[in-house]
């Protein structure tokens, strides 16, 4: 459950744009990609920040193409240019609202930069948001956070509590004591992958 899941996610998260400039998006792509080709399994930090002006330009042509958002995120978080990541994910949220992958996002970013408070409320947010369980990324999302915030022995309490109030089926309580049971004490968000 790291940061490289959770970039994985967001750039499923394409379908929700309302407006789509489908005259631009092959050429975004095309952009994209060469960024992603220039960057892949390199740690030379001037191709990285090369392939993210790429990337500023794939957005500015269309920029309703979240996969680019996704892969500058991800290329942000290797660098360890946290406040891009906000100012990026900010962006984002222009397009697709808050949910409950932004805040996540958001909220990691600001815990890297030892701004407690605006993490905490960032990752509380998607934490409430997370709670309806609508899909595997919110599960696992809950996961991770019910152990970063109250323990793995009180995540696993209130997935029990979960399934008696009738909250979630059994197949459902199997898969989230198991994703509780995943995440690491020690780094329950992914941080330090």
Same mark, same amino acid.
């Given at each position: ?7 994985? @996610? ?38 990285? #920040? ?8 794939? /957005? ?5 193409? @979240? ?5 500058? /995120?991800?290329?942000? @978080? ?6 891009? $990541? ?8 222009? @397009? ?5 992958? /932004? ?43 019910? $152990? ?19 909250? /979630? #089926? ?8 198991? #994703?509780?049971?995943? $995440?690491?004490?020690?780094?329950? #968000?992914?941080?330090?992958?």
């Amino acid at each position: 459950m790291t940061i490289k899941i959770l970039i994985m @996610f967001l750039s499923i998260m394409q379908f929700n744009s309302c407006a789509q400039n489908l005259g631009n998006r092959d050429e975004a792509k095309k952009i994209n990609n060469s960024a992603m080709e220039l960057s892949f399994g390199t740690t030379d930090t001037s191709k990285i #920040l090369i392939s993210i002006k790429m990337l500023d330009k794939a /957005i500015s042509i269309d920029s309703s193409y @979240f996969l680019t958002y996704s892969n500058k /995120i991800s290329l942000l @978080f290797r660098l360890n240019k946290n406040l891009e $990541v906000i100012e990026t994910v900010n962006r984002l949220s222009k @397009f697709v609202g808050e949910n409950s992958l /932004i805040l996540f996002i958001r909220g990691i970013a600001y815990k890297k930069e030892r701004e407690d408070s605006l993490s905490d409320y960032n990752l509380k947010s998607a934490l409430e948001m997370s709670a309806e369980l609508k899909n595997d990324f919110d599960k696992m999302m809950y996961s991770q956070l019910l $152990v970063y915030f109250e323990g793995k022995k009180m995540a696993l309490n209130k997935c029990n509590q979960l399934l008696n109030d009738g909250i /979630i #089926l059994k197949d459902e309580f199997i898969e989230l004591q198991n #994703l509780i049971q995943s $995440v690491d004490d020690s780094d329950p #968000l992914g941080i330090n992958q």
